[in-house]
């Protein structure tokens, strides 16, 4: 399948199909790691749920000092969260896969919410349109593709 050859709206619309048929299948680990998250998530943002050595080496390792999105220092945008590429409320079995991860601030998470990757995208070019290469760049084709054959 060629990603890219696809407009958003079908992309969306085929990974949001493609995902709601997944959650029949929930097993008890993806539940345990959809709670482990709970445990891991924030950096130094705000709240104070998480916030594990694991994870602080985690983002340290995975970020620079500027968001990858906003491109802000996370010292002057909220710090630094440990957000998920797909939303683990519709993907509740990526909830602990690292390769779902990336580090961005806490304003654009906010932001980001529990939007759809390719929802994300087409609000980006809506609203971000300077940042959108950036955003397409962090595209998690590999997960996207996984989700064809769940
Ligand atoms: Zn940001």
Redesign the pocket.
């Known amino acids: 399948m060629n990603l890219d050859g696809k407009r958003l709206p079908e992309l969306f619309a085929l990974a949001d199909k493609i995902g709601k048929q997944r959650y029949h299948k929930l097993t008890r680990q993806d539940l345990e790691d959809y709670e482990k998250f709970n445990h891991w998530r924030y950096v130094n943002g705000e709240h104070d749920c998480g916030t594990t050595q694991e994870s602080r080496d985690w983002a340290r390792d995975n970020s620079d000092f500027h968001?990858p999105?906003?491109g802000?220092r996370f010292s002057e945008?909220g710090g630094r969260t440990i957000d998920h590429k797909l939303p683990r409320s519709q993907y509740p079995w990526l909830s602990m896969n690292f390769d779902n991860f990336w580090v961005?601030?806490k304003?654009?998470n906010d932001e980001k919410g529990e939007m759809h990757w390719f929802e994300y995208e087409h609000y980006m070019m809506k609203h971000h349109p300077d940042r959108l290469s950036g955003i397409k760049a962090a595209r998690p084709m590999k997960l996207l593709k996984s989700l064809k054959n769940p």
């Open positions: 968001c999105i906003c802000v945008c961005i601030c304003a654009c």
